[in-house]
């Protein structure tokens, strides 16, 4: 526990430090080793958060919240859309024995993330955001060591990622999400479902054209995952895009790929911000994100 206090500010420590040092042992006294690591990615997110000032009663952690859901959506949507390309290449009988390895690993490490974000948006985010980014790490050791790509090449690729994971992860947990999926066996239905619509988008057919699709299906099924709490604080123009930043620098790739979905993605986006600008100055309603 010792080390795990060493990640907060000094001062936050001298004044809570045995408070949060008693409140561990107690949650973690008698407890199974899962129980036990769980808590301690706890205190790890509690102590960064803390370390940044992203807590629910500054701007900062507001807005934090305002994109965490949105970013987990993305993310996992721009995982689906990697891994349509990584599967169809490793399973290809001209790529070389020594690519087709790592390319399959990149597709079991991406689908880590997509689980993960599902995880997430289902209500168990602090579970879900830490598989996201197991997830994540995974992938750039891949990215490093299998396919040599250096590491200019994996922070290219690969730092928009880790920066919307980080998102998630380090929303204030006041402010996270409430569950919207209750049970276990809700949640087995959903990672069932999850891993079936990656498998179709993945495994299936697509022309190149329309290859937005990877990213655009699992969004909006992300989206109605999150349900409408994750639309509760876009009260202004600026909050829907700032919701958007995610899906538009994630799929940047997608876009140059894909000639449709990149417009129409950009027409709705800018279609919804005035609708909410217009709607607000018409209600004359005070927006959640400016509280």
């Known amino acids: 526990m010792t080390a795990l206090l060493k990640l907060y500010p000094a001062a936050f420590r001298r004044e809570f430090g045995d408070e949060i040092a008693e409140a561990y042992r107690e949650a973690t006294h008698d407890a199974g080793r899962a129980a036990r690591v769980r808590e301690a990615l706890d205190v790890t997110g509690h102590a960064l ?4 000032g992203l807590s629910s009663a500054r701007r900062a952690g507001q807005l934090m919240a305002v994109l965490a859901p949105f970013a987990a959506v993305a993310v996992g949507a721009s995982a689906v859309w990697w891994m349509g390309l990584m599967v169809p290449a490793a399973q290809s009988p001209a790529m070389p024995e020594q690519l087709a390895v ?3 690993l990149l597709a079991a490490t991406h689908f880590v993330m997509v689980l993960g974000a599902a995880i997430a948006l289902s209500g168990r985010w602090a579970a879900g955001t830490w598989t996201v980014l197991t997830g994540f790490m ?4 891949v990215d490093l060591f299998r396919l040599g790509g250096g590491l200019e090449v994996t922070a290219f690729f690969r730092t928009p990622l880790l920066l919307f994971a980080l998102v998630a992860l ?3 947990a006041d402010l996270r999400p409430q569950p919207r ?16 619509l990656t498998a179709v988008l993945t495994l299936g057919p697509l ?3 329309v290859g937005g699709l990877r990213f655009a299906v699992p969004a909006a099924a992300g989206l109605a995952l999150a349900g409408r709490q994750a639309f509760a604080r876009l009260c202004t123009a600026p909050a829907v895009l700032l919701a958007a930043l995610p899906f538009a620098v994630l799929g940047m790739a997608v876009w140059s790929w894909d000639v449709f979905t990149g417009p129409v993605l950009l027409g ?4 919804a911000a005035a609708s909410v600008s217009i709607r607000r100055r018409r209600s004359g309603r005070h927006p959640v994100t400016e509280a």
């Open 170 to 172: 380090l929303c204030p």
């Open 207 to 209: 022309p190149d054209t």
């Open 49 to 52: 958060r803390m370390r940044l």
């Open 102 to 104: 790592p390319y399959a």
């Open 138 to 141: 995974a992938t750039a050791v």
């Open 181 to 196: 999926v209750r049970t276990a066996t809700g949640l087995g239905a959903v990672a069932l479902w999850t891993t079936l």
């Open 268 to 271: 709705l986006l800018l279609a």
